[in-house]
């Protein structure tokens, strides 16, 4: 079955600091590749997604490239700020796009510090 | 804007007793939703898929009868935990579709709810 691996944190860094979470992945076909936040105390949000080998996602400084040959998709901020701290999970849809259920990493927690 | 709202945000109950949650998409119609149960520390497993008006798809391993899923409107599902026991602690989040325009399906997800078994 499909599964995604993800580095287990909690991962500290200073603010400015750049930021790279490792994610991997297993599945059969060509699955959509998303990232989600959860902000403490708030539901999880969608940062960014991926529906193709080689397609880049970024939202707000956020960026990861769906890499189809080492079945990648890494997490990376070129300054991170304090206020990116929260919960960071990795997922895969085989469904393109969410038309099904997300097969999720288990979490990776960042904590930025002044 | 994309809001699921999940009530109740937390519940305490005792062995044996029901609980139902309610998971709303409060701003647009999701034709599907979905249930997921975290625990500590770990990922988030689906439990089942809920699509309006027809029977919910269970994953593999998930009881049918012991998590009843009912989803009767475009705007809301419920997961009803029957005979609660404290292996059934958890914290059950849901998250519903919305079709984007030539973009795919993104999924939303509520709050989450806690539930805790005594």
């Known amino acids: 079955g499909d599964s995604v691996t993800q580095m287990e944190g909690p991962v500290t860094l200073s603010e400015e600091a750049f930021l790279t979470i490792n994610c991997t992945y297993t599945?059969?076909?060509?699955?959509?590749l998303f990232w989600y936040v959860q902000y403490p105390g708030e539901g999880l949000q969608l940062l960014l997604k991926?529906?193709?080998?080689?397609d880049k996602g970024s939202n707000k400084g956020f960026e990861a490239t769906y890499r189809k040959e080492t079945t990648s998709f890494h997490l990376e901020k070129g300054s991170v700020q304090v206020s990116d701290s929260a919960v960071y999970f990795c997922?895969?849809?085989?469904?393109?796009?969410?038309?099904?259920?997300?097969?999720f990493g288990k979490g990776t927690h960042l904590i930025i510090q002044p | 804007g994309a809001v699921v709202s999940q009530h109740p945000s937390w519940v305490i109950c005792k062995s044996g007793t029901s609980v139902k949650i309610e998971c709303r998409s409060l701003?647009?119609?999701?034709?599907?939703m979905f249930w997921y149960r975290q625990f500590p520390k770990q990922s988030l497993m689906l439990m089942a898929t809920s699509n309006e008006g027809s029977k919910a798809t269970y994953e593999q391993g998930v009881e049918k009868d012991k998590f009843l899923i009912n989803h009767a409107s475009l705007t809301l599902s419920t997961l009803t935990v029957t005979s609660a026991h404290p292996e059934d602690s958890s914290f059950y989040i849901c998250s519903a579709n919305k079709r984007g325009l030539g973009l795919g399906d993104t999924q939303y997800f509520g709050p989450g709810t806690r539930l805790t078994v005594l």
């Open positions: 599945a059969t076909g060509y699955p959509s």
């Open positions: 701003d647009f119609q999701a034709t599907t």
């Open positions: 991926a529906t193709k080998a080689d």
């Open positions: 997922a895969l849809s085989d469904q393109g796009g969410g038309a099904d259920g997300l097969t």
